[in-house]
């Protein structure tokens, strides 16, 4: 390693998890609660990612279709039960899209995350960007971060990469590919305040969308996608939008994210302008917020001991390796004005096998949320939020069983590990 000579301090754990997003958060907490001496390690100088950084509406806990189905149990129960207790949490019942949403205030749930994290014994670290690791032979060993007093040096039994591109398992030489040609496109998001929310929300998607048609034709917005939605939070005045677009980007070449962030800002001040003046309900509204970062929705795609596929998807496969299940729809938002849906049959699911979370060639190391294995059409169904939670709990779960039985994560007894998410409240059947 060229820099060693460079490592300001060595730290050491049990379980690293690198990335504090909702996969991360959760498989954080999950493994500190059942012992395990745990240390997150994020970027950013809060936890959450996705969930506070860009969104306000956790998808993939219920089924959609004509009866919503609860399928995701267990931490992420505690998150909605703890922002229900500060009133922040309005639930979205939905038949259609990926159903029924949880909606939340991101600020409070930044608080909440945190304080379930440390209430676990979760040792946190911001402002430390994990850009190398440490391996010896076919295991991962540690990583390298880098931070304002230096580089920073974490020897860890398990490791979970939680960092939504796949950084560490990239970085272990776990093979993978990029989503290239097919990759989703990236979206900055943003809240609209001083809202008549009343008269806002009586807008129907369609009229929306027949409005955003008739400013596109006046030749004064550039909108590049011709859809997109507006929704109420549980905040006063508040409208939060999913509508800009930014295709065909590698969100892991930093050139291209900072073109990205910069027009999807440029495209959030457009589709604002378009709201307030087209739409009834936004004629006082001002640009609240703007989202911490563009989202991204796929970007390096990681090859585990099983790859979830399109089929597996679509046909609700079974697993008898499941650590959780799904049902939300293929929902595609390629590069250009719609986005492509795909239905599981009404109300089934699929299972989440734990083997998506084992990353080929690296022993030591599981990944999760974003970083599962799976195939482009499979990643775009699995990775609503509150799957990445139940993949972060089974992780976190699988991390400290492995430390008990002193074995690796990809020799845990699968019985044991569902047993274990069953009491910890997982749905798996
Ligand atoms: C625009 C958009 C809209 C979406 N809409 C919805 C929705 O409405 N509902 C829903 O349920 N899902 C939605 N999704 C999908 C969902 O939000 C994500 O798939 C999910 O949040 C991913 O969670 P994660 O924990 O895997 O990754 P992330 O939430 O991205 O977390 C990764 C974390 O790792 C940190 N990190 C990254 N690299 C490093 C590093 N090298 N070192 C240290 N830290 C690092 C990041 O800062 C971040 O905190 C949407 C996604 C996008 C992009």
Redo the contacts with the bound molecule.
């Keep these: 390693m060229p820099y060693q000579a460079n490592i300001s301090q060595v730290v050491a754990t049990d379980v690293l998890v690198?990335?504090?997003?909702?996969?991360?958060a959760t498989a954080a907490i999950a493994a500190a609660r059942q012992g395990a001496k745990t240390l997150l390690?994020?970027?950013?100088g809060f936890l959450?990612?996705?969930?506070t950084?860009?969104?306000d509406?956790?998808?993939?806990f219920y089924t959609p279709g004509t009866q919503a189905r609860k399928v995701i149990g267990g931490i992420p129960d505690d998150i909605v039960a703890a922002l229900a207790d500060q009133g922040k949490v309005i639930y979205r019942p939905n038949t259609y899209g990926?159903g029924q949403?949880i909606t939340y205030d991101p600020q409070t749930l930044k608080i909440i995350w945190e304080r379930l994290a440390q209430r676990a014994g979760v040792r946190l670290l911001y402002h430390?960007?994990?850009?190398d690791v440490l391996t010896a032979g076919e295991r991962i060993t540690g990583v390298i971060?880098a931070t304002k007093a230096g580089l920073l040096q974490i020897n860890a039994k398990t490791i979970i990469d939680?960092?939504?591109?796949a950084?560490v398992a990239a970085a272990a030489g776990v093979p993978f590919e990029f989503a290239g040609e097919q990759v989703q496109s990236?979206?900055t998001?943003f809240h609209l305040i001083n809202v008549d929310v009343e008269r806002a929300a009586k807008v129907s998607k369609n009229e929306l969308h027949e409005r955003m048609a008739e400013a596109i034709s006046s030749g004064r917005y550039d909108l590049p996608r011709r859809e997109g939605s507006v929704h109420i939070n549980p905040l006063p005045g508040v409208m939060v939008t999913?509508m800009t677009r930014v295709g065909n980007i590698d969100a892991t070449d930093p050139f291209q994210l900072t073109q990205a962030e910069i027009e999807g800002r440029r495209q959030a001040q457009e589709y604002a302008r378009f709201l307030v003046d087209w739409v009834p309900g936004y004629e006082h509204a001002d640009m609240g917020a703007l989202s911490h970062q563009i989202?991204?929705?796929e970007s390096r795609r990681i090859f585990g001991d099983y790859r979830l596929t399109k089929a597996d998807v679509l046909a609700g496969r079974k697993f008898e390796d499941a650590i959780a299940q799904c049902g939300a729809p293929i929902e595609d938002h390629h590069s250009g004005s719609d986005t492509k849906w795909q239905y599981l049959p009404d109300g089934a699911t699929y299972d989440i096998p734990f083997r998506a979370l084992l990353p080929q060639k690296v022993d030591g190391l599981l990944v999760?949320?974003?970083?599962l294995s799976a195939d482009h059409d499979a990643h775009a169904s699995v990775?609503?939020?509150?799957q990445?939670m139940a993949m972060g709990q089974a992780a976190g779960t699988a991390a400290a069983l492995s430390l008990e039985t002193q074995s690796l994560p990809r020799e845990v007894n699968i019985s044991d590990l569902q047993t274990r998410l069953r009491d910890l409240g997982a749905v798996l059947d």
């Design positions: 690198v990335g504090g997003g909702s996969a991360g390690v994020e970027r950013y959450g990612g996705i969930s950084q860009v969104l509406t956790f998808y993939g990926a949403g430390s960007f994990v850009m971060a939680a960092s939504g591109d950084d990236l979206t998001t999913n989202g991204v929705r999760v949320g974003r970083c990775r609503s939020m509150g990445c």
